[in-house]
């Protein structure tokens, strides 16, 4: 690491820290057992966050794994089985929790956009055979991060709707940057959500608040959520310390996420400048970038480089390294990672 200079942290947007006027509203909420459903500050949060999404309930959790994991095992039964694209975060990054503590199959499917497509669905839906699993749920991530924050258009998302209804299973949402989703689409979280039978959304990637997802739905939905919920240890009893940081990020960070996806589209003109024919630079449509590159040496001698000048970043494969904008960058952070990379290196 450079000595002197600022860190840049792209890693991702998870790495926020809470400002003073955020921790000031978590020092004075007011709290109570929110297990007796009596924390005022996490009814009040579900309760706008359900507004929000034009659904009936909402259930604030302690992060968007136990978030996901609660709508699968609600959704499914022991045996049965979730179709979902195979770079989804419930696939990729969730420890295999549906299968290990419910039973439940999880079951990738290749799509070259990273989402996925109705038709995929329809040829991967089982028959009804007892040699095989029931298909009981589709889950779709918006935006999809791992293809590059990538929006679900909502127009997909019906005909999958669709699709699920004709063919009797369940739709879920992982919604953990569905804000940025909206933002970037001018889709109504409403909208979104009016398609799923369940959703999640995080408080804690691009609203900047240190804990916390909440899972939205119908009102049985959300009860049985609550129950599963109490049996994965997510009771947080005065959890308003922590609700009280989403309602102010709702009042103060939503509306700033579109100066997220301006600088992620800065920084990617700023590395084409930078980087060599080794790497092509993909353009964000969200606050979520990729470099891909010819090959392992070429990722680690370009995090090394990237390290080198005070950036960090996330290499997501062998020939894959991830940038993540945020708000606890600085506005020029874009030019100021140009400026420290210069030109490819022999040029």
Not at 166 to 174: A, C, N, Q, V, W
Not at 262 to 290: C, F, K, M, Y
Request: charged residues 25%; contains cysteine; hydrophobic residues 40%.
């Amino acid at each position: 690491m450079s000595a002197g200079l600022p860190v840049l942290d792209f890693r991702s947007d998870t790495v926020t820290r809470p400002g003073q006027a955020m921790r000031k509203v978590m020092a004075e909420a007011e709290v109570g057992d929110d297990v007796f459903e009596e924390d005022p500050t996490v009814n009040r949060l579900e309760d706008r966050v359900a507004e929000l999404f034009g659904r009936e309930k909402a259930l604030f959790v302690p992060s968007g794994t136990m978030a996901n994991l609660i709508a699968i095992a609600v959704h499914c039964r022991r045996g049965d089985e979730v179709l979902l694209e195979r770079r989804t975060h419930s696939f990729v990054h969730e420890a295999a929790g549906a299968a290990a503590l419910f039973g439940i199959q999880l079951t990738p499917l290749d799509n070259p956009e990273g989402m996925l497509g109705p038709a995929q669905v329809q040829a991967a839906v089982r028959p009804d055979d007892i040699h095989e699993p029931r298909t009981r749920l589709v889950v779709v991530e918006n935006t999809a991060n791992l293809s590059g924050g990538r929006v679900v258009p909502l127009a997909r998302l019906q005909q999958l709707r669709r699709l699920a209804r004709e063919k009797e299973l369940r739709l879920h949402m992982d919604g953990a940057r569905v804000w940025n989703a909206a933002a970037a689409s001018g889709t109504p979280l409403s909208a979104y959500a009016a398609e799923v039978d369940s959703l999640m959304a995080c408080l804690s990637k691009g609203l900047g608040c240190p804990v916390g997802s909440l899972i939205v739905g119908d009102r049985a939905f959300v009860a049985e959520a609550r129950r599963l919920r109490k049996m994965l240890g997510g009771g947080m009893r005065q959890a308003g310390v922590l609700a009280a940081c989403g309602l102010y990020a709702l009042d103060h960070h939503l509306e700033r996420l579109s100066e997220d996806h301006a600088l992620a589209a800065e920084l990617a003109q700023e590395l084409r400048r930078s980087l060599d024919g080794r790497h092509r630079v993909q353009e964000p449509e969200t606050n979520i970038l990729l470099v891909h590159t010819d090959g392992l040496s070429t990722t680690h001698e370009t995090l090394r480089r990237l390290e080198g000048a005070g950036i960090l970043a996330l290499a997501l494969s062998d020939t894959t390294i991830r940038l993540v904008t945020h708000l606890d960058l600085p506005r020029d952070a874009a030019r100021e990672a140009g400026r420290r990379l210069g030109p490819p290196p022999g040029r």
